[in-house]
C-alpha cells in the first residue's frame, strides 16, 4: 500500500489546517501519527473500517479524523493549532490482526513519507 500525504504547513497558534493521505488502495485500519524533534512517535487518531474512532488525550476536541472510502483517502482536520503540536505528522495503514475471532488494529504496516506542521505562538 502507497500512502501520501499532504496538507502540511507553517500556522499561528489558534489556526488549522487540513491534513490528507490518499492510499492506493482501501485497508481495515488507518491512522494518524507524528514525531516532534527529541520525541517518540506517538498516535494521534485512529479509525477503522467499521467507524470506530479513537484520539490521543491531548487532541480531543480539536482534531478530526474522517475517511472517504471511495477515493481512499484519509483525512486529519486539526484545529485550535497550539505550538506543541509542532510535529512529522505520518498516515498509516494496516489491514488488521485477527485477535480472538475479531480484526484488531494493533499495528501499522504501512506509512507515508510524512509531513511537517508547523505552530508558531
Known amino acids: 500500500v502507497q500512502l501520501v500525504e499532504s496538507g502540511g504547513g507553517s500556522v499561528q497558534a489558534g489556526g488549522s489546517l487540513r491534513l490528507s493521505c490518499a492510499a492506493s488502495r482501501s485497508t481495515t485500519c488507518m491512522a494518524w501519527f507524528r514525531q516532534a524533534p527529541g520525541k517518540e512517535r506517538e498516535g494521534v487518531a485512529t479509525?477503522?473500517?467499521?467507524?470506530?474512532?479513537t484520539y490521543e488525550d491531548s487532541v480531543k476536541g480539536r482534531f478530526t479524523i474522517s475517511k472517504d472510502n471511495a477515493e481512499n483517502t484519509l483525512y486529519l482536520q486539526m484545529n485550535s493549532l497550539k505550538p506543541e503540536d509542532t510535529a512529522l505528522y505520518y498516515c498509516?495503514?494496516?489491514?488488521?490482526?485477527?485477535?480472538?475471532?475479531?480484526?484488531?488494529?494493533?499495528?501499522?504496516?504501512?506509512w507515508g513519507q510524512g509531513t511537517q506542521v508547523t505552530v508558531s505562538s
Open positions: 498509516a495503514a494496516d489491514d488488521g490482526k485477527w485477535i480472538l475471532g475479531d480484526i484488531r488494529c494493533v499495528e501499522y504496516t504501512y
Open positions: 479509525i477503522n473500517s467499521r467507524g470506530r474512532i
